[in-house]
DNA sequence: CTGAAAGCGCTTACAG
DNA sequence: CTGAAAGCGCTTACAG
């Protein structure tokens, strides 16, 4: 005895089944009018019951839509890039998209060739998550009149593609302000690449407040990383090793953050006690290290949902509004910072 | 002036121009005998100098594969699923696949419709990355013969498709044997949802090793937790608050291991010296952590390779020699692990 | 309200 | 070695 084979049935099949022509059962299935209520119920009828589905492939060479949206990322390392598809998932699963993800872990050759791929029209746009600044990519979905935009911070002046970011330079402003306010004067920041536009402008943040506090800026509290949490650890350590080491750590992101906690723990300074430490990011663990960390918040779903939404509407041939859009970063203030206490607060 | 304009071209508009018929050109494009080396020249050149690239939906049409994969899973969070994801990036790379990452967040109707959708010949097979039984899933993608393969722990006797896993009972056995060789007596686990196969083989194996060694199970040092750091931390305040609380504790994962080092730092604990606590997993992470995390390696990348390969011959019509596999678990000893101190070791 | 027919851009027997 | 032609499964003017 065979097991029975659920053969796909083909719309012309259905058609003939039914005794209408294609034409008619492809209204139906696009819910378009012009079908008889008895056609239309007929119709509906055969499809469920030979639970019928549309050809892709048919579909998107006659209408040439994909249904498909491409992200490109570096590399998947959870925190900023998860939080960002969180919010690219969520879009895209009201408008139907699928998500065609792609880590380029900084080889070249094969971000050329995915690129390329892209290129024979099998995707319906494109979702850039690139930390560095990568114009050619730019330039040739372009040339290719593929739609994207990019999502990140570069604050250049003016691009001529769409972005979207936060307001990093604030960011770095706001987390330095606070740990003066609280009293701090020696703040040791861990940046990230300091080729990176996103990672001067959390630095160019924090001179700002300084200055504007009137303290001079010490090259000894700065220290670049890489974004990652074994920076965050290493950094620390020559922070807590110079002279006269600071009293409160910016930390870059929550990443680094993380690494921080683990130095001081190391070295038996407690948080907030003996040090302060700041954040940046507002990742999903943030709230649920010991003690919970302040931190600057990027509003990373939103900056996910945003940039889907104008990509589709790119996509279906609008204009957009504004094209180089900032979402604001606010402070999470929670318990990682509090005053200096093993100095005397300036008179 | 107007800007020039990178029209796409067609197959036939080569050919046109080249003087030969879109047959020749196609055999060119895929690099197939029985063309001329001088027409192959010619037609190469013309390829190159306009960017020829093929167009996917008709070529797919005809061939009726996609070159596309579909991973799906409950939720981006990192860790566990990263790692997978890795290594099948990484051999999709080669395979020329993209990969298209769908998240259920474990909505069933969402499940149900992304499920229907990939019923339109859009895909050419699934990686299944869920946690939970899934026995309906795996039952369509069958019927609808779309090749797949489940990744995961279900130590079930028998499932009739393919599967790929660790070795998840013996690395359960293995971390609450390495304690006990360590000379510790009262171990703690924090396990996963208990109602998942792989939190109860983790907890199945760390009960095996305690009845070997001739020690009763005590249930109050069986905690169970949700996989996330939080219940780490969570669930160590109540291993610490017992009457007679544990000298070593089994983080379930390393998230939770995490947890658990936050937990112990919170209550001035030290790590190893007052308290040993053993992972699962081996993510990134695990070896930056202070002190470096001692764990149980699932080998996640390989896993992922693994998957792909699998699933690669599947779609390419092959059979697979073994259908269930599973890799081996290992044990990274690193420094969160010594000899408890404040007890007198048995005679 | 309904259908015949062209066409999306390829690939693939088949014939020459 | 080369090409004419059919066909993959749809959608969409267009005519009736």
Known sequence: MELEQPKRLTM???AREVGVSTTTVSKVLNQLPGVGAQTRARIQHVIEQHEYVQNHAARHLRKGQTGLIDLVLMRLEGGYDLGIMHGVQETLMESGHRLAVFAT???????RLWLRRLFDQSTDGVLLLLPYEHGEIANSLVQQKIPFVAIGDRNEPATNFPTIGSTIWLGGYTATEYLLSLGHRRIGIITGPLHLMTSRARLAGYREALERAGIPVDPALICEGTYLLGDGFKQTYALLDLPEPPTAIFAGNDAQAT?????LYQRNIRIPDDM???????VTYSAQMAPPLTTIRQP???????????LLRLISGHTLESTNVELSTSIVIRQSCQPPRTRTLPT
């Open 12 to 14: 012309s099949e259905i």
């Open 105 to 111: 872990h900084e080889n070249e050759v094969v971000e």
């Open 259 to 263: 690494g921080v906690y683990q130095a």
């Open 276 to 282: 302060s430490v700041i954040g940046f990011d507002d």
């Open 300 to 310: 990373l779903v939103e900056i996910g949902k945003m940039a889907t939404n104008m």
